[in-house]
């Protein structure tokens, strides 16, 4: 039960999310943060998907924000809809 974590720190992040919801069906959480190298504030995108959605989300995001910074993660022990159920 492989999955990966993905990470984006965009400037039209409400398009992206929305994006991802509709498009993926994934839900995507939002945290406020400050770059501090830019100093600029904004959402940092979070998305847990399945190894094969991360090439067709990136597409989308850079088709978005092509300036957005990505990074992806190996997610292991993923509880919840769409991954695994917890057993009772």
Not at 4 to 22: G, H, L, V, W
Not at 56 to 66: F, S, T, Y
Request: hydrophobic share 40%; with cysteine; glycine share 6%.
């Amino acid at each position: 039960n492989s999955a990966k974590s993905i990470r984006i720190f965009p400037r039209k992040s409400d398009e992206i999310a929305q994006t991802i919801i509709n498009r993926f069906e994934r839900g995507v959480s939002g945290l406020h943060c400050c770059g501090m190298y830019s100093k600029s504030e904004g959402y940092m995108l979070l998305c847990v998907v399945s190894p094969k959605e991360v090439p067709l989300i990136i597409r989308e995001v850079k088709k978005i924000d092509k300036n957005s910074f990505i990074f992806v993660e190996e997610a292991t022990d993923v509880w919840g809809e769409g991954f695994q159920q917890v057993m009772q």
